[in-house]
């Protein structure tokens, strides 16, 4: 496997002592279909893992409602216990139906048992890194946070976490937290045809937070596709690598965690860590945002 010994160079959350690989791993897709109930192969999630980890990887994404609660204890199985250098990034603020489907819940009540239940199930006594997820299934609502931020901040004071983060927040939000707690790191929906947050990921780039996108892969039109797939041909690699390379070239602050449950993904995936692309298709590709949020 060729992937550079750097994965991406490396990110320092702000305030913290948190060093990471730029180029991460998410858990979401080691549950079952639709992310609910187990996989079909145990074994071939915790192979996945343990390849990840083995390939440099330091920071990995996950949530207890995962499942729920499968891949945190596919992760306690597979790595347990933790390399000192690996930083394990969990999210709260949702829970799961009996029915699969998704529950936006970020009561107090609600804040502290899935802390402690991602505690329990990753088999942690302090949790690193917890996102406080709001909003809609990819958008911002604008509405205020300071209650389940002051929640979680209350958790940490009590020791359970170490630094908190938000998921799916507009700048708004992001100035009304920071006035709560520090914030250490945001997950926003942002690929390259979804632009919308460039102004604000370039903010935080300013103030040294991490940015995180989510479903970094998602979002093409065919034409899209037919960019990264040209620009794929060029290169001799996969779209999705050239899609992540991208991300990684936009800005020093963005960290990724493209998921996957196959051994052969995972590597592809990784392969964009060392894939430095060139003016011109840089230039293409970033044509694809700018046509998209005219």
């Known amino acids: 496997?060729?992937?550079?010994?750097?994965?991406?160079?490396?990110?320092?959350?702000?305030?913290?002592?948190?060093?990471?690989?730029?180029?991460?791993?998410?858990?979401?897709?080691?549950?079952?279909?639709?992310?609910?109930?187990?996989?079909?192969?145990?074994?071939?999630a915790v192979a996945v893992l343990r390849e990840a980890v083995d390939s440099g990887v330091n920071h990995l994404d996950t949530s207890d409602y995962y499942g729920p609660h499968v891949t945190n204890r596919i992760i306690r199985q597979a790595l347990h216990p933790y390399r000192a250098d690996?930083?394990?990034?969990?999210?709260?603020?949702?829970?799961?139906?009996?029915?699969?489907?998704?529950?936006?819940?970020?009561?107090?009540?609600?804040?502290?048992?899935?802390?402690?239940?991602?505690?329990?199930?990753?088999?942690l006594e302090v949790l690193p890194i917890v996102n406080l997820r709001v909003g809609g299934v990819s958008a911002p609502d604008d509405a205020s946070i300071a209650e389940p931020l002051a929640a979680l901040a209350a958790l940490q004071r009590q020791g359970l976490i170490r630094h908190l983060g938000l998921s799916n927040v507009s700048r708004r939000q992001f100035d009304e937290a920071r006035s709560i707690a520090r914030i250490v790191c945001v997950q926003n929906y942002y690929n390259v045809a979804h632009r919308a947050d460039d102004g604000f990921l370039d903010h935080l780039g300013a103030e040294g937070v991490a940015y995180v996108p989510f479903f970094p892969l998602g979002g093409f039109t065919p034409l899209q596709s037919s960019i990264l797939d040209d620009a794929a041909?060029?290169?001799?690699?996969?779209?999705?690598?050239?899609?992540?390379?991208?991300?990684?070239?936009?800005a020093p602050n963005v960290l990724l965690i493209p998921g996957t449950s196959s051994v052969a993904h995972l590597r592809e995936n990784l392969a964009a860590a060392s894939l430095r692309l060139p003016t011109d298709i840089l230039g293409r590709l970033n044509a694809i945002g700018e046509a998209a949020n005219l």
């Open 86 to 123: 690996l930083t394990i990034v969990t999210k709260v603020g949702a829970r799961r139906g009996g029915d699969g489907s998704w529950i936006m819940d970020a009561s107090a009540g609600a804040l502290k048992s899935a802390v402690h239940d991602n505690l329990r199930n990753l088999g």
């Open 233 to 250: 041909a060029a290169l001799r690699t996969k779209p999705m690598t050239v899609a992540l390379a991208w991300l990684l070239q936009r």
């Open 1 to 44: 496997m060729s992937i550079s010994n750097s994965l991406g160079g490396t990110f320092t959350f702000p305030g913290t002592a948190i060093a990471v690989r730029r180029m991460g791993y998410g858990a979401m897709q080691l549950a079952g279909p639709h992310v609910f109930g187990p996989p079909r192969d145990v074994d071939a």
